[in-house]
Every structure is written in structure tokens, then in C-alpha cells.
């Protein structure tokens, strides 16, 4: 079914699977900002589902020099004040929680800047004078994460809150990552498409996938791309957590358990995180489904994170069009946000 291009084709009907192959020009989006430089002793991000994980990836890369902390909540931490730069961001700029954060963050006096696509949270920077990235128009914000991570690293460097110049090292990771995608697009056949060969691993079952703290964000984002592409449900952790809780969870239930483990291995994690899987691997044998492994390609680490993640979105892509779905839409979810208006 998989390289049935024509099936594939009414199936994806808002064609997710272009968007993921032309993600890479994400990376040279450019945006423009009234960000001055800021004298603050912390950031404090606020930001829901697809919105937060551009910050969730900027804690692994390329990381900060000063207290950094997401929140997904609709209340902000005491620890917020006038010295904080508080970036507000949601894709639709709606979101409740965030929106909530940001009025808490204003009555502390927070330095604020806005990550949005429009909506409410655009209104309010364009109305306050506050520094304001917009995010072009995106299927779902999911798909939009590389045009959010730009926008944040912009922000970061003009409010003078980064070093070593990230932005260029993103930008010159377009063509990188424009040619790992080639053997997962439709067009390549399912014997020799990673992609495709891995979704049929998991259809039907729920995926668990595990990374090491390096490649954390991607498995987050796996799992989003489960939950949301392919309406499964999934699950991910972190090593070296995972030994010393969910380990045992594995060991006295049936092996034949309704999972696929997926594990991404990076050669850059540490040496005792790579080890801790091995081992994990041997004991495990014949206790827990045998894991799908997928070692991570690149040169650094923010490769390993481009490929990681833009390697997940085709893998879930294709489970949704095998479980007869078209993957763009989330109905439920802005049903549930219609009715908690109701």
C-alpha cells in the first residue's frame, strides 16, 4: 500500500509528506524583530503541544548559559520577575495557557517577547510594542517546529542571550538535512525505505520510544507525531531514568505485549548511555518486544537531532496512511477546545 502513490496521494490529502520533505527550507526562514538586548538572569518559555518544542529542543541545542525553564501551565513560577525574559508562544496565538501565563508574567514585570502565527498573542505584542516573531502559515504547528526553533534563536540573539552563532550552524544544516530525507519520500520503494519499513513494524501497536538525554527531544517529538499523525497512542522515556523505573515494568508481563519499542541511538551520548541500552537490549531479551534500532546519522549534534526528528515525522506519516487516516487533521482536539467554552 505503501508505494501505491495514487492511494497515498487521496489519502494525504493536505500532502503532510511534502511538507516534511521540504522542512530543510524551514532553516533559512528569516525573521524580523524590534528584539533589543536584554540584561536578565533567566528565560522562561510558554508554550503548548507543538509550540513548546522548538524550546524543548534549544535546551539540548544549542543550550543556555543562564536558568532556562518551559512552562505548560496556565501559571508561571514565582521565580519570574523583572528580570526574566518571558517569550510567550503559540502557533494559532490562542492558546488559553499561555495567554494566561503571559498576563502573570506582565503583572511581574517580566521582559517579554512573542512567538506567534497570529491570533490573540499577536494582537497583544502588536498592541504593546513587545518584540514579536511571526511564524508563516503551517498545516499544523506540529509542522511548523524548525520555523518556531528559528524564530526563537532569533530573539535569543538579538536580545544578546546566545553565543557562537547557532543560527548560522542551522542555516547551513538545510542541505544537510534536505538530503536525508531522499530514501524515506514516497517515491522510494518500501524494501529499501527505512521509513516505510518501520511504520509497518508498529501499525496496530503502541510505540515506546527511548533516546538518551542528547536525542530526548526527538523521541518527544516521535512520540507527538504518534499521538497526532497516526491517532496512536505513545509513550517515550530517557536513559539513563529508564533503569532505574520502567526497566523493571518490562520484566514479568507476557512478551508478546501490544508495543513496539523503538530505541534512537546517537554515537554522541555518553559512553555509559550507550552502554546502559546494550545491556538494556540483552536483559530485556525475551521479556519486551525486541526494539526497533535506529542509529542516528550526522556529523553533530544538531544534525543528529535534524535527522532524528524529520526521520519520525515520515515514520508516522506513513502509520497514519496505513491505518486509513489522513494525517493532518486533529478534530478532537479542537473539538475539545470548542467545548471547553461550551
Do not use: C
Request: glycine residues 6%; without cysteine.
Amino acid at each position: 500500500m505503501l508505494d501505491d502513490l495514487k492511494l497515498i496521494h487521496e489519502r494525504d490529502a493536505q500532502d503532510t509528506l511534502g511538507i516534511a520533505e521540504k522542512q530543510w527550507q524551514q532553516l533559512g526562514e528569516s525573521f524580523e524583530t524590534s528584539q533589543q538586548p536584554v540584561d536578565v538572569d533567566n528565560i522562561v518559555y510558554a508554550g503548548m503541544g507543538g509550540s513548546a518544542l522548538a524550546a524543548v529542543i534549544s535546551e539540548v541545542w544549542p543550550g543556555y548559559t543562564i536558568p532556562f525553564k518551559i512552562v505548560r501551565d496556565y501559571d508561571i513560577p514565582a521565580t519570574v520577575s523583572n528580570r526574566t525574559y518571558f517569550i510567550a508562544a503559540s502557533y494559532s496565538g490562542n492558546t488559553e495557557e499561555t495567554l494566561s501565563a503571559l498576563e502573570q508574567a506582565e503583572a511581574k514585570g517580566a521582559q517579554i517577547a512573542v512567538i506567534a502565527g497570529g491570533g490573540k498573542l499577536a494582537d497583544i505584542a502588536n498592541e504593546k510594542g513587545y518584540p514579536l516573531a511571526l511564524l508563516p502559515k503551517a498545516e499544523q504547528p506540529r509542522y511548523a517546529v524548525f520555523f518556531n526553533l528559528k524564530a526563537l534563536l532569533i530573539l535569543l540573539e538579538s536580545a544578546g542571550l546566545i553565543n557562537h552563532d547557532p543560527i548560522a550552524q542551522l542555516e547551513g544544516s538545510a542541505d544537510f538535512l534536505k538530503a536525508a530525507v531522499e530514501p524515506w519520500l514516497p517515491t522510494v520503494p518500501t524494501d529499501i525505505n527505512p521509513a516505510k519499513k518501520i511504520a509497518l513494524e508498529v501499525i496496530g501497536k503502541s510505540a515506546v520510544i527511548y533516546a538518551g538525554p542528547k536525542l530526548a527531544p526527538a523521541a518527544y517529538k516521535w512520540k507527538i507525531s504518534f499521538n497526532e499523525n497516526a491517532k496512536q497512542v505513545a509513550w517515550w522515556n530517557q536513559y539513563s531514568e529508564f533503569n532505574h523505573n520502567e526497566f523493571m515494568g518490562w520484566t514479568k508481563q507476557p512478551v508478546d505485549k501490544p508495543y513496539a519499542v523503538i530505541d534512537l541511538r546517537s554515537n554522541l551520548e555518553h559512553p555509559r548511555i550507550q552502554k546502559r541500552f546494550e545491556v538494556t537490549e540483552r536483559l530485556l531479551s525475551g521479556l519486551r518486544p525486541a526494539p526497533i534500532v535506529v542509529n542516528i546519522q550526522g556529523q553533530n549534534l544538531l544534525e543528529h537531532l535534524l535527522w532524528a526528528i524529520a526521520l519520525g515525522d515520515f515514520v508516522t506519516l506513513y502509520t497514519a496512511l496505513l491505518n486509513g487516516l489522513n494525517p493532518a487533521p486533529v478534530d478532537l482536539i479542537e473539538k475539545f477546545k470548542k467545548s471547553l467554552d461550551d
